[in-house]
């Protein structure tokens, strides 16, 4: 994730890479990408500055560039980017940061 992306989220949204699916199960059956389901699992390529209270004071947000996190099945907005499939969703729309 070196490369430097030519878009930045506004506010509390944020950019992510779905992270690359298991090719075989545990017992070691080869899944063909047509059977695949879409990761849950990103990478955080890009955060906005944050949310926006009542008061106008801007409340940072809880991930930053790199964490490794789940999220809602059909969150976010697919967008493509160099060739590259990226999602912007609501930072609201990640459950978890895998630790």
Same mark, same amino acid.
């Given at each position: 994730m070196a490369k430097k992306l030519k878009i930045r989220p506004l506010h509390d949204r944020v950019?992510?890479? @779905?992270? /690359? !699916?298991?090719?075989?199960?545990a017992g070691g059956i080869?899944?063909?990408?047509?059977?695949?389901?879409?990761?849950?699992?990103?990478?955080?390529?890009?955060?906005?500055?944050? @949310?926006? /209270? !009542?008061?106008g004071k801007t409340i940072a947000l809880d991930v930053q560039v790199g964490d490794r996190v789940l999220f809602s099945k059909y969150?976010?907005?697919?967008?493509?980017?160099d060739g590259e499939d990226y999602l912007i969703l609501n930072e609201s729309d990640i459950q978890a940061v895998v630790l």
């Open positions: 950019i992510i890479k @779905r992270a /690359d !699916e298991e090719e075989k199960t080869i899944i063909p990408d047509s059977a695949k389901e879409k990761p849950q699992e990103a990478i955080v390529v890009a955060v906005g500055s944050g @949310r926006v /209270d !009542e008061k969150s976010g907005n697919e967008i493509k980017i």
